[in-house]
Nanobody, 119 residues
Framework: QAQLVESGGGLVQPGGSLRLSCAASGSIFSINTMGWYRQALGKERELVATITSGGSTNYADSVKGRFTISRDNAKNTVSLQMNSLKPEDTAVYYC?????????????WGQGTQVTVSS
């Protein structure tokens, strides 16, 4: 199984920046998609950004131009650079790993890290 550990969350003022990191360990297949999802209080978990092992990215409309996802395939890490943060970005952010093997689709979640944007 894969294990995902997030770090970098915290409290930041509107307009500020944070960088989230996720380190994957364990059984990691080289062809995969990693990404960040978030869940605000009282809301459903939603996609923030994903990146494939080939480097293709996908962003939610609400974060385009502000957030940048990147990864280091050799180190099995994925990062999310968040700029121009808004109060509505406040949520628990979860790292996600997903791959398709001969056994079917496998997906794993990190424990989550709190991001609070407030003055």
């Amino acid at each position: 199984q894969a294990q995902l550990v997030e770090s970098g969350g915290g409290l930041v003022q509107p307009g500020g920046s944070l960088r989230l990191s996720c380190a994957a360990s364990g059984s990691i297949f080289s062809i995969n998609t990693m990404g960040w999802y978030r869940q605000a209080l009282g809301k459903e978990r939603e996609l923030v950004a994903t990146i494939t092992s080939g480097g293709s990215t996908n962003y939610a409309d609400s974060v385009k131009g502000r957030f940048t996802i990147s990864r280091d395939n050799a180190k099995n890490t994925v990062s999310l650079q968040m700029n121009s943060l808004k109060p509505e970005d406040t949520a628990v952010y979860y790292c996600n790993y997903r791959t398709v093997t001969y056994l079917g689709t496998q997906g794993f979640w990190g424990q989550g890290t709190q991001v609070t944007v407030s003055s």
